[in-house]
Nanobody, 124 residues
Framework: QVRLEESGGGLVQAGNSLTLSCISSGRTFSNNGVGWFRQAPGKEREFVASVDWNGGNTNYLDSVKGRFTISRDRIKNMVYLQMNSLKPEDSAIYYC?????????????????WGQGTQVTVSS
């Protein structure tokens, strides 16, 4: 079984940066696509970014393109989300998840294992 743990969330002012990390314990996720999702209060969980099994392909939510970068270190079994130029509307709980596929899937129903989430709050 894959167990995921996110870290790196916090409170920042608009315009600043944060880097989220996701580590897998238990079974490795090195052959799986990995995604980041977020959920703000009163809203549905939404896709943010994903990376394929070897880091060669990525997908992003339109509103974060150019500001967020997803990457992975297969040796360390970690995935990162670098978030720059943060906006108050980026505030949410951020979750990492592993896909059943090796590709950088954007569809939530393709994701099998989820972490507990890390809170990101951006003040204006």
């Amino acid at each position: 079984q894959v167990r995921l743990e996110e870290s790196g969330g916090g409170l920042v002012q608009a315009g600043n940066s944060l880097t989220l990390s996701c580590i897998s314990s238990g079974r490795t996720f090195s052959n799986n696509g990995v995604g980041w999702f977020r959920q703000a209060p009163g809203k549905e969980r939404e896709f943010v970014a994903s990376v394929d099994w070897n880091g060669g392909n990525t997908n992003y939510l339109d509103s974060v393109k150019g500001r967020f970068t997803i990457s992975r270190d297969r040796i360390k079994n970690m995935v990162y989300l670098q978030m720059n130029s943060l906006k108050p509307e980026d505030s949410a709980i951020y979750y990492c998840a592993t896909s059943r596929r090796a590709t950088a899937s954007t569809a939530m129903n393709t994701y099998q294992y989820w972490g507990q989430g890390t809170q990101v709050t951006v003040s204006s």
